[in-house]
DNA sequence: TTGAAAGCGCTACCAG
DNA sequence: CTGGTAGCGCTTTCAA
């Protein structure tokens, strides 16, 4: 059977209190005592058991972290983020997919619950916000990534969408693009939102206008991408430049385009959102929008810890600042084709 | 304060035992108290404490994925499939990047051991094999994924490395390819020992020669494929093909063409591994060898099941067959250029 | 059908 | 410095 705190005690001659000190290095043990209840412990292969110690009002040292699909890089990359920064405070990472389903949603913010999680980083929507008053009540912090709901007292860590959408915006303009179509995410999610409105926004200052019908919404999917792309390509006089509120929409208008026979950026311009790993690889390289995933799920983690320590914390909106990333799959318009 | 148990069991004017029966849905209470009591649970927003569960001997519902990186793909999408086939038998997952260290694994698994999760699927190599004798020892289930360790007597779930270096060298062979280097990972991974052998094999079989010189030993990034690849590229008489094994080396492999002009696949062509998404958006789009990573990922979860419902269960080696995809980075060889 | 009581392994508080 | 003891919230006999 697994060694416990009981076969220490007993093999060292001393009581479980004394164990129990040594393991967290509180109280006074003297240093000899202290070496051979290690050797002990070493010698049995003792673990001390997180659940007991969890189950003692303590912490399971666990985080939650709740994202669309963690086998989009976006939140593969925000995912290992949120690891590190967490291991490093000595906190290990459950993860959970909810493909935007709100029943999946639920189903894994109760389970964050019963397994007593120390706090849950959220970068998925929901199409009810309530479902996070029952974790808010109980005092669990949490932290939106990627994702804003005005509607909850929550930790925020997101960047500026509307300024993304807005550099996008500018540098197709820059480049003579005045017919541009958007592939958006579903209307639900805050962050696509912000970005069309940035996006619309820097259009409108142009004093250009952009046409309502030039808005799909897809799924977060690289094959929805495509199949709304070809519907927008398809049309009588179609885009010169297509704005895709992530990545993976991107590569979809990409794979549509060189099904359509059109070049890219020659024909098509077409800019991404997330500067995953995919927009470095892609043909041609993709320009894009880039978020310091990195740093977000880094913050995202601190705020936790933040609120773990000081329960009182008063919640932030952190808002970082994204940059374009300007590689070939956007140049200047050619209105000749 | 959080609802217990007890609260339930006092509103609902019965003892602790009966509800906690309701819950688990053992033992015979009356329709009517069934009812009322999970009627009060609601009301108290009561979620079970799966931490005290465990406590009594029972499960912690946990399953432990441990891998060198999360944010690359072929792991993620690896994650996602472990995530989805656990998620069915109402187990969730702690995930680990490992970055191939054997500090980094031997804490994660240490840390498995402490938050006593029910099983742990391993993805990731490790120079010391004896690092997972206490835990076979203590009896944890674990299997091993994309990775073997014959030292050990634990489940392995791969796809033939072999057949798959195999497939790669017959394609390349078909077309003419003579001069074949190649991109490995680090010595130590069997997976990519293992292709290099099939991939040789093959080239035996076929009565040509592979030169030693013409393997390159690489870290897993997109990175050091490049630099390597530049190397190769570089030499008097430089390959017409490059076999890498995995996709992100062949990135790194297509970057390295691109920055010295030769056309791919005109001038080389290039075969990755493993058919992660960044495989089909690549320019051109990449031959590479499919792993059926979402069946093995299944199949790992089930072997774990498996032998958390019977202990006894002889250990499992599941060989999957792997499969050529062929897109555009590889043509017949010219060697004219 | 239902309840009382004995833990599970560990921490925290209070003595000594 | 070190030990005793009371729980933490739940499951599981064993009785009633």
Redesign the interface.
């Known amino acids: 059977m697994?060694a416990t705190i009981y076969d220490i005690a007993k093999e060292a001659g001393v009581s479980i209190t004394t164990v129990s000190q040594v393991i967290n290095g509180k109280g006074k043990i003297s240093e000899e005592r202290r070496k051979e209840i290690f050797r002990i412990m070493e010698r049995l292969?003792y673990?001390?058991?997180?659940?007991?110690a969890?189950?003692t009002g303590k912490k399971?040292?666990?985080l939650g972290l709740i994202v669309p699909?963690?086998?989009?890089?976006f939140f593969?990359?925000m995912?290992?983020a949120v690891?590190?920064q967490g291991h490093r405070s000595g906190y290990?990472?459950?993860?959970?997919?909810t493909d935007n389903k709100d029943d999946r949603v639920q189903s894994y913010l109760?389970?964050m619950?019963?397994?007593?999680v120390d706090g849950i980083i959220i970068g998925t929507g929901m199409d009810d916000e309530r479902m996070l008053n029952?974790l808010v009540?109980?005092g669990i912090p949490i932290v939106l990534i990627a994702r804003e709901m005005p509607s909850q007292a929550v930790h925020t860590v997101i960047v500026d969408d509307g300024v993304g959408g807005g550099l996008v915006a500018r540098h197709l303009l820059e480049q003579g693009h005045r017919r541009m179509a958007i592939l958006a995410e579903h209307p639900k999610v805050s962050s696509s939102r912000n970005r069309i409105i940035g996006f619309k926004q820097a259009v409108d200052e142009a004093g250009m206008i952009l046409e309502n019908n030039g808005i799909r919404y897809c799924d977060y999917t690289?094959e929805d991408g495509k199949r709304k792309a070809l519907e927008l390509l398809g049309e009588a006089v179609r885009p010169t430049a297509l704005f895709c509120c992530n990545d993976l929409l991107a590569?979809g208008a990409?794979q549509a385009a060189k099904e359509l026979d059109i070049r890219v950026p020659d024909q098509l311009s077409v800019v991404g959102f997330d500067n995953t790993?995919?927009a470095?690889?892609?043909?041609?390289?993709l320009t894009t929008v880039a978020q310091p995933i990195e740093r977000m799920g880094k913050i995202a983690v601190d705020l936790l810890m933040q609120e773990l320590t000081d329960p009182s914390v008063i919640k932030q909106r952190i808002v970082l600042r994204p940059d374009l990333v300007v590689r070939h799959s956007a140049s200047s318009s050619r209105p000749d084709f």
């Open positions: 697994k292969h673990q001390p058991s997180v659940i007991a969890a189950l399971t040292y666990t699909d963690i086998s989009n890089p593969a990359e995912a290992r690891e590190d290990s990472l459950m993860i959970c997919s109760t389970l619950r019963k397994k007593r029952p009540e109980a690289v590569i990409l790993i995919l470095s690889v892609t043909d041609p390289p």
